[in-house]
T-cell receptor
């Protein structure tokens, strides 16, 4: 069953603006990961946040995790055209390899 | 993820034919995973293999699909007698071990069944 659900389904922003997307999940997790996928390409791992962490940063990315609400958010600051992609959250289903992905948020950054 | 090599990148098969997708994990990685992405959907876990062993195939369809990771050579995902519904992107991923590590994905193999 699909555990992670991203919201919104699609997002269109102007270059330089921030993009925020959310992920909700149903059951307890050990960690949550965010991936980026450019059209027709593979997934690029962005960031992993463990269940005992609340916030993590990597460059222009900021991820939060609220285990009480079973939700996570990904913030991309100062977006660039190259950030145009689909973003997926993935939660573990009892093991680190059996990840459950949502349908993704498609982000379009307009120049 | 540049280190996980998949081929072919694109494959077209007629209904009833066989599709073979190959995956070479990143150097030093002994764990391989296959995922499938149907159009407009997220990835779905199919199978987890180590060298010469299938560890978890709970996501594999019961018929026509098989996977192997031999002692020598790449991992193979084999789909026999393909149907239109098998059209999808098939992603291979690898990790050095199954716990506490990020898994790295390849660029995918896009199968189109006509």
């Amino acid at each position: 069953s699909q555990q992670g659900e991203e919201d919104p389904q699609a997002l269109s922003i102007q270059e330089g603006e921030n993009a925020t997307m959310n992920c909700s999940y149903k059951t307890s997790i050990n960690n949550l990961q965010w991936y980026r996928q450019n059209s027709g390409r593979g997934l690029v791992h962005l960031i992993l946040i463990r269940s005992n962490e609340r916030e993590k940063h990597s460059g222009r990315l900021r991820v939060t995790l609220d285990t009480s609400k079973k939700s996570s958010s990904l913030l991309i600051t100062a977006s660039r055209a190259a950030d145009t992609a689909s973003y997926f959250c993935a939660t573990d289903l009892g093991s680190d390899y059996k990840l459950s992905f949502g349908a993704g948020t498609t982000v379009t950054v307009r120049a | 993820n540049a280190g996980v090599m998949q081929n072919p990148r694109h494959l077209v098969r007629r209904r009833g034919q066989e599709a073979r997708l190959r995956c070479s994990p990143m150097k030093g990685h002994s764990h391989v995973y296959w995922y499938r992405q149907l159009p407009e959907e997220g990835l779905k876990f199919m199978v987890y293999l180590q060298k010469e062993n299938i560890i978890d195939e709970s996501g594999m369809p019961k018929e026509r699909f098989s996977a192997e990771f031999p002692k020598e050579g790449p991992s193979i995902l084999r789909i026999q007698q393909v149907v239109r519904g098998d059209s999808a992107a098939y992603f291979c991923a690898s990790s050095p071990r199954d716990r506490g590590n990020t898994i790295y994905f390849g660029e995918g193999s896009w199968l189109t069944v006509v």
